[in-house]
């Protein structure tokens, strides 16, 4: 089946563009009776990272966790419309979601580390997917993925030690190591940020700079800034639908609509 | 007498309030000033000062009266100071008796002078009791209805002494468990320089039935703790081998798995297991479950008695299963969301999820559950006293029957008895042994389930 994915990703490497790693379309989302999501047209572009703004309750975590069924979690969420990852259709019966979700990662707002040790923290993703064989393999995964969060130097004497005891910043950075020792496509990251200092945000945006080069990230973000920095698309959501999708910046110099504009230069939200 | 005394206080202190009342709204719209309290506050105060000390004298008064009629009819009995402490009591009982009414022989001269001693004490006591709770309350009302006053602080009289009645209330809680403890080692005690230490800690046979009378025939009498003890772990085993698994995992698919509407009725229900009294499980254990494990153990070849540990233990373990599994239920719930969400977001499963995450997370709760569980099993009586057996055996074969150490406190209670005999004595230190292990259990149980609230 060669799909519309696949004549994309020719005309992609043609262009020059970035080929589209997920896509939403006319996607619903209803919590009961309530709607959250109005036909949201969306799509993720491969290796990049995409911000989603917008004023609270508009959606955009609701959006965020249809890429990887977190909202499968919550009974009375209903999703509605398609989405696929790499041309498949996540909701599709067939989908194993667990091996959906070792595929799209995610970081919470607030760092969540088990209340295990630091090791164990990182070893759980690879354990239960059983993607090491030996204990050495193991070690490895646990350090490059800690290298890759930027954590390594900081805890590399005291992997026995509980990942509840680092600091809020390094918790946070354990929590993307977490998710990267899955080796996921996508990283979903929902307001990484937004319990940190500006000193661990700082790190924590050098982080997601770096992890473009393997990963494709989604962040939702209430700063402008971190979005006009980390990002190179944007997406602006308001009352459940997307209201505008653009280069990141173009979205902050030149807007097409009168929200975003409105939004981004805090007159509203 | 007392009880109609107490009737007239209260009156008197709701009178004493009412005037208080009056007064304190009378001074408070002549107050030329803001006054302190609410005319309700010195209303209270007013009920306080009238009611409480006569009330805290009456009680006092109650507690020592008897006592010391006895002294004085004691110190004028002929012959009385020649007597020792038990048989003291024993002439003072049998005075009370013969003034109550109570004849069994005709009784002697000395006996009816001091009962004629002890009514005119009676008589006056009495009169005494209703003048000083009487002149007491007067006073109290003078004072407390005299001290209201525009500046007068009766909030925070008030208020002390509503603090003074919590800090009695914990006391009394306190000074019972204390007293009971103090008996409870003072008669292990006795029994103790009866019994070698070694014996009851180390023996292996328990045969408490020692003659009582000299003409009695019966055996030596061995007071080895150990099968008994043997008995009730044996019990409690079986018990929490029921009640364990049951209630985990009763609480796992009642947090994890199961919609509202199942848990909202299944919840209840399962507390509801709590609420049946023991003796109902017991009568359950004796009549129904006892007969079908001994068919069973008999259809395996087994050597099954009427009574076995298997049924008292089984029925004990379901008594046991909501203890568990509430406990369990709060501490997967206390879980944080953000734990699920984690371990789901990085592909775990829900049975991963619950295997690795919510059980190491909620395994100090559920211990603090198994350990209080363990040590109603440990302390339960009326099951094990149906359904158990009454001899002390030590085995490992759940079909026979066996005892514990409740079934053989109440055994060795129960029937005449002397106190200074061993038999009886041993039922203190059996007590003593009883509530050293569940004393340790609780602490346990609420030192982990402490731990376990810091953590998150
Ligand atoms: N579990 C839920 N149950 C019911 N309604 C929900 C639930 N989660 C979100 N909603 C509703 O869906 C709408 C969108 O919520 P969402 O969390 O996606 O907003 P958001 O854009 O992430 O906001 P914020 O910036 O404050 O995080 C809101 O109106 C919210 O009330
Ligand atoms: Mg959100």
Request: charged share 20%.
């Amino acid at each position: 089946m060669l799909t519309d994915t696949a004549i994309e990703t020719k005309l992609s490497s043609m262009t020059n563009q970035p080929s589209i790693k997920m896509r939403g379309e006319k996607v619903d989302v209803f919590y009961g009776e309530k709607q959250a999501l109005f036909g949201v047209d969306l799509n993720v572009p491969e290796q990049q990272v995409m911000a989603l703004i917008g004023p609270s309750g508009c959606g955009k975590s609701t959006f965020l966790r249809c890429l990887n069924r977190m909202n499968d979690t919550i009974d009375i969420c209903k999703v509605l419309g398609n989405i696929t990852l790499d041309g498949e259709d996540i909701y599709d019966p067939k989908i194993d979601v667990v091996e959906l979700r070792a595929r799209v990662g995610m970081v919470f707002q607030k760092p969540n580390p088990f209340p295990k040790s630091i090791y164990e923290n990182i070893a759980y993703g690879p354990r239960i997917h059983g993607l090491t064989k030996s204990k050495a393999e193991l070690d490895e995964v646990v350090e490059s993925s800690l290298r890759k969060a930027a954590i390594w130097e900081e805890v590399k004497d005291r992997l026995q030690e509980p990942g509840t005891g680092l600091s809020g910043g390094q918790q946070q950075r354990l929590c993307i190591a977490r998710a990267i020792a899955v080796s996921p496509e996508v990283i979903l990251m929902d307001e990484p940020c937004s319990a940190l200092d500006p000193i661990a945000t700082a790190k924590v945006e050098e982080l997601i700079d770096e992890l473009r080069v393997n990963f494709t990230i989604v962040i939702v973000t209430h700063s402008m800034q971190q979005a006009a920095r980390v990002s190179q698309r944007t997406a602006m959501f308001h009352l459940g639908n997307l209201v505008e999708e653009g280069p990141t910046d173009k979205m902050f110099t030149n807007p097409d609509n009168k929200l975003t504009q409105d939004y981004i230069t805090g007159r509203f939200g | 007498m007392v009880s109609y005394l107490l009737i007239i206080l209260l009156v008197a202190s709701i009178a004493s309030a009412m005037a208080g009342l009056h007064r304190a709204r009378r001074q408070r719209d002549l107050a030329t000033i803001k006054v302190h309290s609410r005319p309700i506050y010195h209303a209270l105060n007013a009920a306080i000062w009238t009611g409480v000390p006569a009330f805290v004298f009456l009680l006092l008064w109650t507690l020592g009266e008897a006592s010391i009629q006895d002294m004085l009819v004691l110190s004028s009995f002929p012959g009385a100071d020649q007597l020792s402490g038990p048989e003291r009591d024993l002439l003072i009982s049998e005075i009370r008796q013969v003034q109550a009414g109570n004849l069994f022989t005709e009784p002697s001269p000395e006996i009816l002078a001091a009962v004629d001693h002890l009514k005119s004490l009676e008589l006056i006591f009495n009169w005494a009791m209703v003048a000083v709770a009487a002149s007491l309350a007067s006073i109290g009302a003078f004072f407390g209805y005299r001290i209201i006053q525009d500046r007068y602080q009766a909030r925070y009289s008030v208020e002390r002494s509503v603090t003074w009645f919590m800090i009695f209330s914990s006391i009394v809680a306190i000074i019972t468990t204390l007293g009971i403890v103090s008996s409870l080692v003072y008669e292990a005690y006795q029994f103790f320089t009866k019994v070698p230490f070694a014996e009851f800690f180390f023996g292996t046979r328990w045969e408490p039935q020692i003659a009582i009378r000299a003409d009695q025939v019966a055996g030596q009498g061995a007071f080895g703790m150990l099968p008994v003890l043997f008995g009730t772990m044996v019990i409690s085993a079986l018990a929490m081998a029921v009640a364990v698994p049951t209630g985990i995992f009763s609480a796992i698919y009642l947090t994890e798995y199961a919609d509202q509407r199942f848990r909202s009725v299944v919840k209840p229900l399962l507390e509801i297991l709590a609420g049946i009294p023991t003796i109902v499980y017991g009568f359950f254990a004796v009549l129904t479950v006892a007969p079908a494990v001994r068919s069973l153990g008999l259809s395996l070849g087994i050597d099954a008695a009427p009574n076995s540990a298997l049924a008292a233990g089984g029925v004990m373990g379901v008594m046991l299963i909501p203890f568990i599994s509430s406990l369990s239920d709060d501490a997967f719930a206390a879980v944080p969301r953000a734990m699920r969400d984690g371990s789901y977001a990085l592909g775990a499963t829900k049975g991963e999820t619950i295997r690795k995450v919510l059980l190491p997370a909620a395994l100090p709760g559920i211990i603090g559950g198994v350990l209080l569980a363990l040590s109603r099993a440990i302390g339960e009586t009326m099951i094990v006293v149906m359904a158990a057996g009454l001899i002390a055996k030590m085995t490992l074969n759940p079909f026979d029957s066996v005892t514990t150490v409740t079934v053989q406190i109440v055994t060795l209670l129960i029937g005449d008895s002397e106190f200074d005999n061993p038999k009886t004595l041993a039922a203190f230190a059996l007590g003593l042994v009883l509530f050293t292990i569940t004393l340790g259990l609780n602490l346990i149980a609420l030192q982990t389930v402490r731990k376990y609230r810091e953590k998150y």
